[in-house]
Protein backbone atom coordinates (compact mmCIF):
# COMPACT_ATOMS: atom_id res chain seq x y z
CA UNK A 1 0.00 0.00 0.00
CA UNK A 2 3.17 2.59 0.71
CA UNK A 3 4.25 1.33 -2.53
CA UNK A 4 1.17 2.15 -4.20
CA UNK A 5 1.25 5.77 -2.31
CA UNK A 6 4.73 6.70 -3.64
CA UNK A 7 3.95 5.76 -7.03
CA UNK A 8 1.01 7.90 -6.83
CA UNK A 9 3.02 11.14 -5.53
CA UNK A 10 5.69 10.20 -7.94
CA UNK A 11 2.84 10.42 -10.83
CA UNK A 12 1.22 13.51 -9.57
CA UNK A 13 4.61 15.03 -9.10
CA UNK A 14 5.55 14.16 -12.60
CA UNK A 15 2.28 15.60 -13.58
CA UNK A 16 2.94 19.11 -11.86
CA UNK A 17 6.45 19.03 -13.39
CA UNK A 18 5.29 18.48 -16.82
CA UNK A 19 2.91 21.16 -16.33
CA UNK A 20 5.05 23.46 -15.02
CA UNK A 21 7.59 23.13 -17.34
CA UNK A 22 4.59 23.91 -20.22
CA UNK A 23 3.83 26.52 -18.73
CA UNK A 24 7.52 28.23 -18.72
CA UNK A 25 7.46 27.30 -22.39
CA UNK A 26 4.53 29.29 -23.52
CA UNK A 27 4.69 32.88 -25.21
CA UNK A 28 2.54 35.58 -24.67
CA UNK A 29 0.84 38.26 -27.67
CA UNK A 30 -1.47 40.70 -27.47
CA UNK A 31 -3.32 42.85 -30.24
CA UNK A 32 -4.07 46.39 -29.58
CA UNK A 33 -7.03 47.57 -31.59
CA UNK A 34 -8.05 51.28 -33.29
CA UNK A 35 -11.29 52.29 -34.57
CA UNK A 36 -11.89 55.86 -35.75
CA UNK A 37 -14.81 56.76 -36.98
CA UNK A 38 -14.01 59.79 -39.13
CA UNK A 39 -16.81 62.24 -40.33
CA UNK A 40 -16.94 62.28 -44.11
CA UNK A 41 -15.79 65.74 -45.82
CA UNK A 42 -18.49 68.18 -46.10
CA UNK A 43 -17.68 71.40 -48.63
CA UNK A 44 -19.87 73.70 -51.25
CA UNK A 45 -18.86 75.20 -54.26
CA UNK A 46 -20.22 77.58 -55.89
CA UNK A 47 -19.85 78.85 -59.47
CA UNK A 48 -21.26 81.62 -60.61
CA UNK A 49 -24.18 80.17 -63.94
CA UNK A 50 -23.04 83.08 -66.38
CA UNK A 51 -20.24 85.64 -66.80
CA UNK A 52 -20.32 88.45 -69.42
CA UNK A 53 -17.29 89.68 -70.17
CA UNK A 54 -15.99 93.10 -71.27
CA UNK A 55 -13.07 94.20 -73.40
CA UNK A 56 -10.43 94.86 -70.32
CA UNK A 57 -11.58 91.28 -68.51
CA UNK A 58 -14.20 90.62 -65.78
CA UNK A 59 -13.79 89.08 -62.48
CA UNK A 60 -14.68 85.83 -62.05
CA UNK A 61 -14.67 84.16 -58.36
CA UNK A 62 -15.44 80.62 -57.43
CA UNK A 63 -16.65 80.23 -53.35
CA UNK A 64 -16.23 77.47 -51.51
CA UNK A 65 -18.46 77.07 -47.92
CA UNK A 66 -18.80 74.74 -45.05
CA UNK A 67 -15.52 72.89 -45.52
CA UNK A 68 -14.40 70.54 -42.83
CA UNK A 69 -12.79 66.93 -42.49
CA UNK A 70 -10.82 67.58 -45.32
CA UNK A 71 -8.47 64.70 -43.75
CA UNK A 72 -5.45 65.63 -45.79
CA UNK A 73 -6.80 66.69 -48.89
CA UNK A 74 -7.93 69.75 -50.61
CA UNK A 75 -11.13 70.82 -52.84
CA UNK A 76 -10.09 70.78 -56.23
CA UNK A 77 -11.75 72.67 -59.04
CA UNK A 78 -10.28 72.08 -62.68
CA UNK A 79 -11.51 72.47 -65.60
CA UNK A 80 -13.47 69.40 -67.23
CA UNK A 81 -14.51 70.52 -71.06
CA UNK A 82 -16.32 73.55 -73.04
CA UNK A 83 -19.04 73.72 -75.43
CA UNK A 84 -16.72 74.70 -77.93
CA UNK A 85 -14.49 71.87 -80.54
CA UNK A 86 -11.50 70.08 -79.32
CA UNK A 87 -12.43 71.52 -75.69
CA UNK A 88 -10.86 75.10 -76.61
CA UNK A 89 -12.00 78.12 -74.76
CA UNK A 90 -13.48 79.85 -77.65
CA UNK A 91 -16.80 81.26 -77.96
CA UNK A 92 -18.81 80.91 -80.89
CA UNK A 93 -21.40 83.13 -83.07
CA UNK A 94 -23.18 84.42 -86.00
CA UNK A 95 -22.78 87.17 -88.41
CA UNK A 96 -25.84 89.13 -89.68
CA UNK A 97 -25.15 87.21 -92.66
CA UNK A 98 -25.41 84.02 -91.02
CA UNK A 99 -21.53 83.40 -90.68
CA UNK A 100 -19.23 81.74 -88.18
CA UNK A 101 -17.95 84.15 -86.04
CA UNK A 102 -15.22 82.78 -82.82
CA UNK A 103 -13.42 84.35 -80.29
CA UNK A 104 -11.24 83.04 -77.93
CA UNK A 105 -10.56 83.62 -74.15
CA UNK A 106 -8.53 82.94 -70.94
CA UNK A 107 -8.29 83.28 -67.66
CA UNK A 108 -5.66 85.41 -66.03
CA UNK A 109 -5.06 83.74 -62.57
CA UNK A 110 -3.96 85.81 -59.51
CA UNK A 111 -0.94 84.93 -59.63
CA UNK A 112 -0.15 86.44 -62.96
CA UNK A 113 -0.72 83.30 -64.52
CA UNK A 114 -2.81 82.28 -67.67
CA UNK A 115 -4.94 79.66 -68.87
CA UNK A 116 -6.20 79.27 -72.10
CA UNK A 117 -6.37 77.29 -74.96
CA UNK A 118 -5.07 77.08 -78.55
CA UNK A 119 -5.92 74.26 -80.78
CA UNK A 120 -2.81 75.05 -83.46
CA UNK A 121 -0.46 74.81 -80.50
CA UNK A 122 -1.95 72.45 -78.73
CA UNK A 123 -2.41 74.59 -75.89
CA UNK A 124 -5.17 72.83 -73.91
CA UNK A 125 -7.16 74.10 -70.74
CA UNK A 126 -8.59 70.94 -69.80
CA UNK A 127 -7.76 69.62 -66.57
CA UNK A 128 -5.62 72.87 -65.15
CA UNK A 129 -6.55 73.92 -61.57
CA UNK A 130 -8.56 77.04 -61.81
CA UNK A 131 -9.34 76.81 -57.54
CA UNK A 132 -8.51 74.96 -54.71
CA UNK A 133 -9.68 75.05 -50.93
CA UNK A 134 -8.46 74.14 -47.21
CA UNK A 135 -10.91 75.65 -45.86
CA UNK A 136 -14.30 78.25 -46.77
CA UNK A 137 -12.61 80.82 -48.93
CA UNK A 138 -13.01 83.07 -52.20
CA UNK A 139 -10.92 82.64 -55.61
CA UNK A 140 -10.76 85.20 -57.72
CA UNK A 141 -9.02 85.68 -61.45
CA UNK A 142 -10.28 87.44 -64.50
CA UNK A 143 -12.01 86.28 -67.71
CA UNK A 144 -10.59 88.10 -70.52
CA UNK A 145 -11.52 88.13 -74.28
CA UNK A 146 -8.47 87.50 -76.65
CA UNK A 147 -9.05 90.32 -79.28
CA UNK A 148 -6.04 90.57 -81.27
CA UNK A 149 -4.85 88.09 -83.57
CA UNK A 150 -7.96 86.10 -85.35
CA UNK A 151 -9.60 87.07 -88.92
CA UNK A 152 -12.83 85.55 -87.22
CA UNK A 153 -13.57 88.10 -84.92
CA UNK A 154 -16.63 89.87 -85.88
CA UNK A 155 -18.18 93.29 -84.71
CA UNK A 156 -21.45 93.25 -83.79
CA UNK A 157 -21.91 89.50 -82.83
CA UNK A 158 -22.51 87.91 -79.43
CA UNK A 159 -20.52 85.22 -79.21
CA UNK A 160 -21.38 82.58 -76.54
CA UNK A 161 -20.48 79.25 -74.75
CA UNK A 162 -19.66 77.80 -72.17
CA UNK A 163 -17.50 75.27 -69.93
CA UNK A 164 -18.22 72.59 -66.97
CA UNK A 165 -15.50 72.10 -64.21
CA UNK A 166 -14.93 69.11 -62.19
CA UNK A 167 -14.84 69.57 -58.47
CA UNK A 168 -13.20 66.79 -56.36
CA UNK A 169 -10.98 65.60 -53.36
CA UNK A 170 -7.39 65.51 -53.97
CA UNK A 171 -4.59 64.84 -52.23
CA UNK A 172 -3.39 68.55 -50.83
Same mark, same amino acid.
Given at each position: ???????? !? &??? #??????? =?????? !???? @??????????? $? *?????? $???? *?????????????????? &??????? +?????????????? &?????? @??????????????????????????? +? #? +??????????????????? $? +????? @?????? =????????? @??? &????
Amino acid at each position: MKRMKKIG !A &LAM #ACAMCAG =VSMQSL !ATEA @STDFTFEYKND $P *TYTVSI $PDSV *TLTQEGTEMSITAEDVAY &LDGQKVS +VTIAGTSAYRDQMV &LEGKTE @SGGNASLRYQFIMDDGSVIESNAGQDI +V #A +VGKEVASFTENGTETFTVK $P +VLEGS @SSIKKG =VTYTGSMTY @SIE &LVDA
